[in-house]
């Protein structure tokens, strides 16, 4: 039988703010074990939560960047569960009545909705050193401030999910709201997952995943559940509504607990918390600051800057990348020449090393100055890839290399005749060879003659001189 496969996310974003949800801990990551806590975020009696203004700033232009409607009247509640990383036995959510809603993202050619934007708080961390009988609990994330990003179910594939998530981040790393760093935890998802006969339009049992620290992990999880799920139903056998954890070393789903309903939460309004009217002004406010977002961006670049959909599509895809393109352009107008340095050699050190592209030793400045280098005929185009490497690693311009290795490109024509003439000398055979027809020869010929003026010379040059001599 085949079947139709149905994918919501639940995406959850830990906000950029210096302090948590509800409290004035800090939020800085990597700080000692429960060095961040206070009366609050722990809930302790008495202690009484107020709301940080930054993260519900925040909130907003996440809400609207998405197309998000916003609630004139929101509130607070209290999802109410035992677990050891939330020492006050509930979460401050929303339930009923959330910040946003009907919203949506475009990939490709589908509209993916989104039902809820809905602010939260984090619950603190569990850790189970290996071998040991005990676990430890760290709650210096307790309270920090959550987006939940919830679509409804329009996604039909894992790669459509994946695509999904690609965008989304890409929007939130535009707003600068988050670092969305997945190996810090502030950017999780989970997946829920069903299958159903095609034409059904009923959905299936649907299945809760968990615990995948990358859109890679989401893709593969979804895929194996989607097949596990087929698997199921062709031999006659029962989903059940549960969640399950994605375990990255096998490869494989289990299970880990028969998934809670909503009423199994016992919501009820945070009495701490009054509900209030979201000003108008204040929303408008946040909309006109709102920043050129990729889809927009990368139209620009295209329509502008004359680039193809797919180079505007990857200069606009993480805006630190976008951002250091048009940094180059201001100081360097070609923008195919640009792009195909940034898209190529560049981003190619920067996936090697895994690393941010501002993080790589090579500036906006110093590459421009090694493309004009390259215009004004100082040096060849494989001498800038070797240029450029070392300017990576050791962290000197271009053009101090070029002068303190005496890379200059030779386009002296006497020069080059010199060593034409010196390599046809010595290559006999090939000499015949092109003259006998055999025109790849010519090629053999040239290579020879940049290893003779050991790579400066150039090329251009030392191809018309040979066709010259050899009398073509």
């Known amino acids: 039988m085949s079947y139709e496969t149905v994918i919501g996310l639940e995406v959850h974003l830990q906000l950029a703010t210096k302090t948590k949800a509800f409290c004035g801990c800090s939020t800085k990551f990597g700080a000692r074990a429960n060095s961040q806590v206070c009366p609050v975020c722990l809930g302790f009696p008495g202690s009484l939560p107020v709301l940080n203004e930054e993260a519900f700033r925040f909130a907003i232009k996440v809400a609207l960047a998405l197309n998000c409607k916003i609630q004139s009247l929101i509130k607070f509640d209290r ?175 289990a299970s880990m607990r028969v998934k809670e309903e909503a009423e199994d939460y016992r919501y009820f309004p945070e009495p701490d918390l009054v509900p209030f009217v979201v000003d108008r002004n204040q929303i408008e406010e946040v909309r006109s600051a709102l920043p050129e977002l990729p889809e927009a961006r990368s139209l620009r670049f295209k329509e502008k800057l004359g680039l193809s959909d797919y180079d505007a599509g990857v200069l606009t895809g993480q805006v630190d990348v976008a951002d250091y393109f048009e940094e180059c352009l201001k100081l360097y107008p070609n923008a195919k020449v640009a792009a195909n340095w940034i898209m190529g050699d560049v981003m190619a050190a920067v996936n090697t090393r895994n690393i941010n592209i501002r993080e790589l030793a090579l500036t906006p400045i110093a590459l421009v100055g090694l493309l004009k280098m390259i215009d004004s005929g100082a040096i060849n185009g494989k001498m800038a890839k070797d240029v450029l490497i070392e300017a990576i690693e050791t962290k000197a311009s271009p053009d101090e290399i070029v002068r303190k290795k005496g890379l200059s490109q030779i386009s002296d024509s006497s020069q080059i005749e010199e060593a034409v003439k010196k390599v046809l000398q010595k290559e006999i055979k090939s000499v015949d060879d092109y003259k006998a027809g055999k025109k790849a020869a010519l090629g053999f010929l040239v290579g020879q003659v940049m290893k003779e003026t050991k790579g400066k010379a150039n090329p251009a040059m030392v191809n018309a001189t040979l066709k010259k001599i050899l009398g073509e």
């Open 79 to 253: 999802k109410n569960y035992y677990y050891p990383d939330l020492p006050k036995n509930f979460q401050i959510s929303q339930y009923d009545m959330p910040l946003s809603y009907d919203g949506f993202i475009d990939i490709a050619a589908k509209k993916i909705r989104i039902k809820r934007v809905h602010m939260e708080e984090d619950a603190g961390k569990l850790m189970h050193p290996e071998g040991e009988s005990y676990s430890l609990v760290d709650y210096n994330r307790g309270g920090m401030p959550l987006l939940e990003i919830v679509t409804e179910p329009d996604l039909n594939s894992p790669q459509e999910a994946y695509d999904y998530l690609t965008k989304l981040k890409s929007i939130l790393e535009y707003l600068r709201v988050s670092d969305c760093d997945m190996e810090k935890g502030s950017l999780r998802c989970d997946a829920n997952i069903s299958i159903r006969p095609q034409g059904e339009t009923k959905l299936g049992t649907k299945v809760e995943l968990k615990n995948m620290n990358s859109f890679r992990g989401v893709r593969s999880a979804l895929e194996y559940e989607e097949k596990r799920q087929a698997s199921v139903l062709d031999e006659k056998g029962k989903l059940i509504q549960e969640t399950r954890l994605w375990d990255t070393g096998r490869c494989v789903t």
